[in-house]
């Protein structure tokens, strides 16, 4: 099993929808939990970290389930500029900080 | 404020030659990721340094890759022979890594690799 694991999607919605997505983790341990939004060809850009209360930043909700070990991005009427891959990021928060990326979740957001 | 920077931003080799890839990361951060990502796959963790403790070199393919991070700032990862299946976009990330702190990872725009 994947320390990490997301759907890859694609996920095609149209403009306006809402979508969601879903990230489990494995090691119980894990300590901070993020969102990253990396475009084609560009480098991964920090979109949310995930608060154990959750936390809502506009159109986006994340929130974290540790007894059930996932995390879950929402996001509400999409706009095009959201067509993206979306990577669960879980830092272990071990004396080391080992950090692991999901494979990401491509969304594509239609007219 | 500046960002985590990185060069070359793309580097043509032959199969066979060393390379070098720099990073200067976020003044202030302490600790620094470096990360490989082939096209179209994930992010695949390399190497991460932390202060002045050991680095974590668990992501490292094989002995042809090696890091070093002087002074606790600039990091250059250097693969030796370089092979075609070293072909990638090699990223570098920077955290404040405070105790209790969340370390939100800030990424610089990678160095595409391409070896021939």
């Known amino acids: 099993r994947k320390e990490v694991e997301q759907d890859p999607g694609p996920f095609n919605v149209p403009e306006g929808a809402t979508v969601a997505f879903n990230c489990t983790y494995s090691n119980s341990a894990s300590q901070s939990f993020f969102w990253y939004r990396q475009d084609c060809r560009k480098e991964p850009k920090l979109l949310m970290s995930?608060?154990?209360s959750g936390n809502e930043d506009g159109r986006f909700t994340a929130q974290l389930n540790r007894a059930s070990q996932y995390i879950s991005l929402l996001i509400r009427d999409s706009k095009l500029s959201d067509s993206a891959t979306y990577l669960c990021v879980v830092n272990m928060g071990t004396g080391g900080f080992k950090t692991i990326f999901g494979a990401g979740t491509r969304l594509f957001v239609k007219a | 404020g500046a960002g985590v920077s990185q060069s070359p931003s793309n580097k043509v080799t032959e199969k066979g030659k060393d390379v070098e890839l720099r990073c200067d990361p976020i003044?202030?951060?302490?600790?620094l990721y470096w990360y490989r990502q082939s096209l179209g796959q994930g992010l695949e963790f390399l190497i991460y340094f932390q202060g002045n403790s050991a680095p974590d070199k668990s992501g490292l393919p094989s002995d042809r890759f090696s890091a070093e991070r002087t002074g606790g700032s600039v990091s250059t990862l250097t693969i030796q022979r370089t092979q075609q299946e070293d072909s990638a976009v090699y990223l570098c990330a920077s955290s404040l890594a405070v105790a209790g702190g969340l370390h939100e990872q800030y990424f610089g725009p990678g160095t595409r690799l391409t070896v021939t």
């Open positions: 995930v608060y154990s």
């Open positions: 003044s202030g951060h302490t600790a």
